[in-house]
C-alpha cells in the first residue's frame, strides 16, 4: 500500500497564548475568518474521508499545524475524532499546547489519534499543563512534551521532566536567534537526548527529501506544496491535480530548521530514529536512548 502524509494549515491564526518567542504572527480572527477556517477545514476532512476513491490504495496519514491554537476549537476536535475512525488514515496528530479540555479524545480512535503538545512557561501554571498530562496518560493517548530551549525555561523544563513518566519524550526545540554553547547545549542535551537535531540549521540543497513525493503541504483553500517552506505550488488537492506532480525531487532550500521539515530529510535517517512516531514526535523504542 501506498502512504501519503498530510501537513494541514488553514487559515485560523487566533491563540488563546501570546508566547512573545512565538515566531508566527497572530490576529484575533473576527467571527467570518473563524467561519472560514471552520469551512476550510469541513472541505479537507470530507476529502480525507473519500481520499480512498482518488488515491486507491493509499494510506493517509494528518499532521494539523495551525498558525493559532486549534483544539480549542470544536471543528478541530470533531475533525481529528472523525479522521480518527476511518480505516485508510493510519495516524492523526496536531501540534497543540494542550490548554483546552481533553474529554473529547474519548470520540477517538486511540490506535490513530496523537498529540503533539508544547509547554509554554509564562502562559500556563505548570501544575496546570502536568495536570492535562495526567488525563492524557490516563486515557491512554499517544503523545510527546516539547519546551522552546530559551535560558529562562530550564529550570521549568527540567521539572516538566521530573514530573513527566520516562514513558513521556520531552523534547527541546532550539530556540530561533539564539545560539547556545556547548555548556548550554549540554544542560538542553541532557533532557533531550535528541536536542542536536535541533540545534542547528541542516544544509539541505539538492539533498533528497520525502516532501512533494509521500509528504505533502495543503492551505485552506486546498493548495498544494510540498512543504511549509516551498511556496511553489504542486497543484490542487480538491482538483487532484497535484497528484501527477507527487515524484521525488531534492530540496531546494540552502538549509532546514524546523522539525515538520528537517525529519523528512532521508540523509538524516529520522525516519529510523521515530519509526512509528514521526508525526507526535516520538522516538521509536522510547524511552530506551535512541541509536
Known amino acids: 500500500m501506498n502512504a501519503l502524509t498530510i501537513l494541514y494549515r488553514g487559515p485560523l491564526a487566533s491563540c488563546d497564548y501570546d508566547c512573545p518567542y512565538c515566531p508566527f504572527a497572530k490576529r484575533r480572527d473576527s467571527p467570518a475568518q473563524l467561519r472560514a477556517d471552520r469551512a476550510a477545514l469541513a472541505r479537507f476532512t470530507a476529502w480525507v474521508a473519500d481520499a480512498p476513491r482518488t488515491l486507491p490504495d493509499t494510506a493517509v496519514s494528518v499532521l494539523f499545524t495551525p498558525w ?40 477517538c480512535e486511540l490506535d490513530t489519534v496523537a498529540l503533539w503538545t508544547t ?78 537535531l535541533s540545534r542547528h540549521p541542516h544544509p539541505s540543497r539538492g539533498l533528497p527529501c520525502r516532501t512533494g513525493h509521500t509528504v505533502v503541504s495543503v492551505d485552506g483553500e486546498g493548495a498544494v506544496r510540498r512543504c511549509h517552506f516551498v511556496p511553489e505550488p504542486l497543484g490542487s488537492l480538491y482538483d487532484g491535480s497535484f497528484a501527477a506532480r507527487l515524484a521525488p525531487r531534492p530540496c531546494p532550500l540552502e538549509r532546514c530548521d524546523c522539525h515538520i521539515g528537517y525529519v523528512h530529510l532521508e540523509p538524516l535517517d529520522l525516519y529510523d530514529v521515530f519509526r512509528g512516531g514521526v508525526l507526535e514526535r516520538i522516538p521509536a523504542g522510547w524511552p530506551a536512548p535512541p541509536g
Open 119 to 196: 509547554y509554554h512557561p509564562g502562559q500556563v501554571a505548570r501544575e496546570r499543563f502536568l495536570a492535562r498530562c495526567a488525563e492524557l496518560l490516563e486515557r491512554g493517548v499517544r503523545f510527546s512534551v516539547g519546551v522552546v530551549g530559551l535560558p529562562g525555561h530550564l529550570a521549568e523544563a527540567r521539572a516538566v521532566r521530573a514530573a513527566l513518566p520516562p514513558e513521556v519524550y520531552l523534547w527541546v526545540n532550539a530556540a530561533e536567534g539564539h545560539r547556545y554553547t556547548d555548556a548550554e547545549a549540554a544542560h538542553w542535551q541532557a533532557l533531550d537526548p535528541l536536542f542536536h
Open 68 to 107: 493559532g491554537e486549534g483544539l480549542v476549537r470544536s471543528w478541530y476536535r470533531r475533525a481529528i475524532a472523525e479522521l480518527s475512525r476511518l480505516p485508510h488514515v493510519e495516524r492523526v496528530a496536531i501540534q497543540t499546547n494542550l490548554s483546552g479540555r481533553t474529554a473529547w479524545l474519548d470520540e
